[in-house]
Structure formats: structure tokens, C-alpha cells
């Protein structure tokens, strides 16, 4: 079982990293240099391409719940298995994006977590609070309580 997770944690750090990469290249393309809240982002982001960009946050989801069937042994298990990989995912994306371009400059910083089904903002902080919260619940139960 600890192999699985770990490959789990590494899939998920290497989605993160590959959404980071598309960030640093959507800020590059638009011409966003700013190092404050992604939500001066959002509004510098062509309208006709936020449709495109919620398919890319819905495909993402979508890999992760195939990812959790194919893995996971019954339902409460594959709510683990997606919990766990999503929760690497998004830690890591900040993590990825730190390491790329220096942002989030502070766990203050206002970002864009998803677009849908409408914008979801908050500060870094909080998706980096509960993905955390998360990888240490599951691997306190999987390791010394189941």
C-alpha cells in the first residue's frame, strides 16, 4: 500500500508541475509579470478563452476521479486515492510555480484556485492549509489507524 501512495504523491506532483508550466506560459503570453493576486490575471484574460480554460480544469478533475477508479479498491477507497492525489497536486502547483517564476511571493497572496463553475478566490494560504490537512488525515488513518 505505501508504494502506491508514493506513486500516487508523485503523479500528483508531476500534474502540478505541468499545470504550473502552462500558468508560466499563460502569463508569458498574455504578457502578466505581475507578482501580486492572479485575479488581476483573470481580468487581463480574454473572456473567449475562459471556456477553454475551465475544460482544462474540468479534464484535470476528470484524469484524477480515472485515476481513483482505476486505483482504488471500492468507493471509500477511491475517495482516498483522489483526495490524496489532488491534495499533491495542488500543493505542489504552488509549490511548482514558487520554483518557476518566485509566486506566490507571500501565503497572503490572493489567487484564482478554480473557475468553475464561477471563480473561486482566496488567499494562498488556504488551498496550501487544506491540501496539507488532507495528505496528513490520510496518511495518519491509512498508516496507523486502518
Same mark, same amino acid.
Given at each position: ?14 500534474? $502540478? ?11 508569458? $503570453? ?117
Amino acid at each position: 500500500m505505501l508504494q502506491k501512495f508514493i506513486l500516487l504523491a508523485i503523479f500528483g506532483v508531476a500534474m $502540478a508541475h505541468l499545470e504550473g508550466v502552462v500558468v508560466v506560459y499563460l502569463r508569458k $503570453a498574455l504578457d502578466y509579470n505581475g507578482d501580486g493576486s492572479n485575479i488581476n490575471f483573470l481580468q487581463k484574460f480574454p473572456k473567449e478563452y475562459l471556456l477553454i480554460e475551465r475544460t482544462r480544469e474540468a479534464a484535470t478533475i476528470i484524469m484524477l476521479v480515472v485515476l481513483a477508479v482505476l486505483i482504488g479498491d471500492g468507493l471509500f477507497d477511491m475517495i482516498i486515492v483522489f483526495l490524496w492525489t489532488f491534495a499533491f497536486w495542488d500543493l505542489f502547483y504552488y509549490v511548482s510555480l514558487y520554483v518557476l517564476i518566485k509566486w506566490p511571493n507571500s501565503l497572503k497572496t490572493i489567487d484564482v484556485l478554480f473557475l468553475i463553475p464561477k471563480p473561486w478566490i482566496a488567499p494562498v494560504w488556504f488551498p496550501i492549509s487544506i491540501s496539507s490537512i488532507t495528505i496528513l488525515s490520510i496518511f495518519i488513518y491509512l498508516f496507523f489507524l486502518s
